[in-house]
């Protein structure tokens, strides 16, 4: 069947006897977008294939909690309690955070403002693991506040690093610099006719953020609130480093736990069914409210500003919020640079984990691209919504089954296979970081492929391009910067990724985040600040170059 | 000579649906006139075969293009905007237009020809993005002689152009229909335009074509 749109025509006028043919109330059909069925056909067998990967996963977990025998101590009740707990705060308190960020940036104008707003956009793809570490280096027993605190006062503080507090302000360092980035795009989006408007008006600063700047806001924060409450929910890294032990674990981390220090299979699947639940749950209730960009267009300097006293707390918010969010990194390289850098570059162990970090992080961000442009020309050449919404159900893999549980059910399948599992590591790492990265891949690509079909989809059918022209000549020279980010983001979140390689990693096979971890735990701390501060390096530098690397490829044809 | 007969279609929701019928002769321009949601684009998507009528028929000289899906009809279209890929270059664009087996010689020759046959020689290395209105309608233009079809759909193709441009972009119309014998069908709500190119005018009146 071609991909066109079948419109079936409503019956109304059949009745009433307006007396049109019998034959327009039949079927019509739309032929707007040109036909290609192997990517249609393409997409639609990926789309069966993840599904039957992540239906054997689970299967192996259920089949797992079946087979096991005896029971297990853990307290299910109490660690969703928590889990919950901590993410409804990090929502809350990010979304709070993030609002006064994108009010504040967006009112103000100073040179390197576009370095700031770049800096708060890098938050989706810093490693939680480096941010606990720096927060570590600041609020910790022995950070830098309670040095300065001794030095000049002779008192020291309470660590509030560690526990509920420790995890709730690492989170709301990384993810309230996500929702300032976002909410930014929603207050740079208000049209300038708008503000004209309100600038001769007079509006005061209240009014301007009540009448103008809310309603702009306010139909990005549940959608937004519901990826936070997730990311938090499933907040792996920060939570292990920072949870300061059981009472604060989330289910994640209790996963894990399980696993690899408590051999309890039983209570993993237990745990991996009921985070299934709940993230299930969440994703039914976040799919209701509109989507969240993750390519974001370049801010703009605004033109009208508030009132002296408002500006003022304005660079006070901003301030804090830039301090919040560059210090714990600013901290991870200033102790990660010093003495512990060369003790680890003379390490073997430290090379063959770059090399294994960067080999992965390469398989996986090539792999999702593979896999995210499939899906996504696949769905962009249908109009009918229920196929697109087929052709979608593999973006909400990861955000129904998290890394850890993911890779439970790959550990548990690969066991049970009698594959050995140092064997399959390295090959389940990449695809369950390609999973994990999809729904951002897709949601990257989506987009501006299906603005393509929807602005040049006449004139491409009419034209009678080849699929294979169409994708070298308009949608990749098109995409290019797109793919860059793309690329970017799934390489960084596997190169910060612990999740995954936590529960396959052995002395032979770790990553960067594992080896820092390990570092952490034998309290080789300088070796772990030397990590971490190359980890950022190269997360910083993959998310800034990348997409610019291959924007300027895929634009070479051109010159 | 094109000739559309009855064709019937109703977008859904639609109470009363459009019945169009249409004739237009080679080398003449059929201008198509009408309300703003008259149908005017709606039968331009018939003829291009975006849409397919629930019944009716549509034949150029004896040959019948209902059963033809759009990118094999003898159809070339010109849009109000959108008609060219920004981050081509003119040629690029214009090559668009061209067999897929055709060598980079004759390619670059033909192509020559069609951007100096609009007036733009010289222009082949211009990215689409940093042309004017005009230029781009010229191009899409140059890229149309390419392909060769006989039908040509313009759609409000002089609305975004300032009033110089407008009249020798539609001299430039009026002028490749004649030498190429298209069979040209204008949709346009410019009265002058009309007035200035068409041989023959439709009106769009309560779904159907009434000749004026």
Redesign the interface.
């Known amino acids: 069947m071609p991909p066109a749109l079948i419109v079936s025509l409503p019956l109304v006028g059949r009745d009433q006897g307006w007396g049109w043919p019998r034959q327009v109330a039949g079927i019509l059909t739309m032929l707007t977008l040109p036909r290609r069925p192997i990517r249609v056909a393409s997409a639609a067998i990926l789309t069966l294939a993840i599904a039957a990967l992540i239906a054997a996963v689970l299967w192996a977990i259920l089949a797992a909690a079946t087979d096991a025998s005896g029971g297990s101590r853990i307290d299910i009740a109490h660690l969703l309690r928590m889990t919950a707990l901590q993410a409804g705060l990090t929502m809350v308190l990010s979304l709070l955070v993030g609002t006064a960020l994108a009010w504040a940036l967006n009112r103000l104008r100073f040179f390197g403002r576009d370095l700031v707003v770049g800096l708060f956009a890098a938050a989706i793809v810093t490693p939680g693991m480096v941010v606990a570490f720096g927060l570590l280096s600041i609020w910790g027993r022995n950070g830098w506040i309670n040095q300065i605190a001794d030095t000049l006062f002779g008192i020291t503080f309470d660590s509030p690093a560690y526990g509920l507090s420790g995890i709730l302000l690492a989170h709301v360092v990384l993810d309230g610099a996500f929702a300032a980035r976002i909410l930014l795009a929603r207050l740079d989006a208000i049209p300038q006719s708008r503000l004209k408007m309100g600038q001769s008006l007079g509006l005061s600063a209240w009014k301007r953020f009540a009448l103008i700047d809310w309603p702009a806001l306010r139909g990005s924060l549940p959608g937004l609130g519901a990826i936070i409450f997730l990311l938090a929910f499933t907040s792996f890294p920060i939570v292990l480093l920072l949870g300061g032990g059981p009472a604060n674990q989330t289910l994640e981390v209790a996963i894990y736990t399980a696993v690899r220090l408590d051999f309890d299979l039983v209570g993993a699947v237990r745990l991996a069914l009921t985070q299934i639940a709940v993230c299930s749950l969440v994703i039914v209730v976040a799919s209701a409210f509109s989507p969240i960009p993750s390519a974001l267009g370049r801010s703009v300097q605004p033109r009208w500003r508030d009132a002296a006293p408002v500006r003022a707390l304005q660079w006070f918010t901003l301030a804090l919020g830039a301090i919040g969010f560059a210090l714990p990194l600013v901290s991870v390289l200033y102790d990660g640079l010093g003495a512990g850098l060369v003790r680890v570059l003379g390490q073997a162990s430290f090379w063959w984990s770059t090399l294994t970090s960067i080999s992965i992080g390469a398989s996986s961000a090539l792999l999702t691209l593979v896999l995210a442009l499939v899906l996504a020309l696949g769905r962009s050449a249908v109009e009918h919504r229920v196929a697109r919404t087929v052709l979608n159900i593999p973006a909400y893999a990861y955000l129904a089954v998290p890394a850890v549980v993911l890779s439970l059910g790959f550990f548990l399948l690969v066991r049970a296979s009698g594959v050995s599992v140092s064997l399959a590591a390295p090959i389940v790492v990449v695809i369950a970081n390609s999973l994990l990265s999809l729904p951002f891949a897709i949601a990257t690509l989506g987009p501006p492929l299906d603005a393509i079909m929807r602005t040049r989809g006449k004139l491409i059918r009419s034209l009678g391009l080849s699929g294979w022209h169409q994708f070298s000549r308009i949608e990749y020279p098109l995409l290019g910067r797109d793919i860059g980010l793309m690329l970017a983001l799934a390489f960084c979140f596997s190169l910060g990724d612990l999740g995954v390689i936590a529960l396959f990693g052995t002395q032979d096979f770790q990553t960067l985040p594992l080896l820092m971890y390990r570092a952490l735990g034998s309290y080789k701390t300088n070796d772990a600040a030397a990590i971490a501060a190359l980890l950022l390096i190269f997360t910083i530098a993959a998310f800034v170059g990348l997409p610019r690397l291959v924007e300027r490829i895929a634009h070479a044809p051109r010159r | 000579m094109l000739r559309a007969d009855n064709l019937?279609?109703?977008h859904?929701?639609q109470?009363?649906?459009y019945r169009f019928t249409l004739e237009a002769r080679p080398g003449e321009v059929t201008a198509v006139s009408g309300a703003s949601g008259s149908g005017k684009s709606t039968l331009l998507d018939l003829l291009?075969?975006?849409?397919?009528p629930?019944?009716g028929s549509l034949d150029l000289d004896g040959l019948a293009l209902l059963p033809l899906?759009?990118?094999?009809r003898p159809?070339?279209?010109l849009?109000q905007a959108?008609?060219l890929?920004e981050?081509?270059?003119a040629s690029?664009n214009v090559a668009?237009?061209l067999p897929?087996d055709i060598d980079k010689a004759s390619a670059r020759e033909r192509i020559a020809a069609a951007l100096a046959e609009v007036g733009l020689s010289g222009f082949e290395t211009q990215?689409a993005a940093n042309l004017s209105g005009g230029q781009k309608q010229r191009v899409a233009l140059a890229r149309t002689l390419l392909?060769d079809r006989p039908v040509l759909l313009l759609d409000e193709p002089f609305s975004a152009l300032d009033d110089e441009t407008r009249r020798t972009t539609r001299d430039l119309v009026g002028e490749l229909t004649r030498r190429h014998g298209w069979h040209t069908v204008l949709v346009s709500h410019h009265a002058d335009d009309i007035a200035a190119l068409a041989s023959r005018h439709y009106r769009i009146v309560e779904g159907k074509l009434e000749r004026v």
């Open positions: 019937v279609f109703a859904p929701g109470r009363t649906p291009a075969g975006f849409l397919q629930a019944s899906p759009p990118e094999r159809v070339s279209l849009l959108d008609n890929f981050h081509l270059s690029e668009l237009g897929r990215l392909r």
